[in-house]
C-alpha cells in the first residue's frame, strides 16, 4: 500500500525557516512526481511546489517562489521542502502527494485531479 508520511513541522517565527520531508513507505519513490501541497482554515487545498520523478523539473506556486525550495534524495525514498523567509500566510496543514501521470512529470502541473496517495498532513504555523 503506498504511504507517504510528512514531517518536520512546526512553531516557528516570521522570517525563520523550516524543513519539511515526506517518506514513502511501501513503494520507492523513484517513478513518481511529488507535490507540496497546503491548507490554511476555512481556505482550499492549494500546490505549493512540484518535483518530477527525475528530479529535472520543478515547479512553485508564484507566493512561494524564490523562498521555498523542493528537492529529492531517491537513495532515502525522501523529498523535501526547503521554507524560508516564512511568512505568516504560510500558516497551514503541508501534505504531499504522488503522481504518475504524464503531465504531472513532463510539466509539474500541481491541479489536485493529478495527484493521489496524500499523507496526513504536517502542520506549519509561522507566528509571533
Known amino acids: 500500500q503506498l504511504q507517504l508520511v510528512e514531517s518536520g513541522g512546526g512553531l516557528v517565527q516570521p522570517g525563520g525557516s523550516l524543513r519539511l520531508s515526506c517518506a514513502a513507505s511501501?513503494?520507492?519513490?523513484?517513478?513518481?512526481?511529488i507535490g507540496w501541497f497546503r491548507q490554511a482554515p476555512g481556505k482550499e487545498r492549494e500546490g505549493v511546489s512540484c518535483i518530477s520523478s527525475s528530479g529535472g523539473s520543478t515547479n512553485y506556486a508564484d507566493s512561494v517562489k524564490g523562498r521555498f525550495t523542493i528537492s529529492r534524495d531517491n537513495a532515502k525514498n525522501t523529498v523535501y521542502l526547503q521554507m524560508n523567509s516564512l511568512k505568516p500566510e504560510d500558516t497551514a496543514v503541508y501534505y504531499c502527494?504522488?503522481?504518475?501521470?504524464?503531465?504531472?512529470?513532463?510539466?509539474?502541473?500541481?491541479?489536485?485531479?493529478?495527484?493521489?496517495?496524500w499523507g496526513q498532513g504536517t502542520q506549519v504555523t509561522v507566528s509571533s
Open positions: 511501501g513503494f520507492t519513490l523513484d517513478y513518481y512526481a
Open positions: 502527494a504522488a503522481s504518475r501521470h504524464p503531465t504531472v512529470q513532463a510539466m509539474c502541473v500541481m491541479g489536485r485531479r493529478f495527484w493521489g496517495s
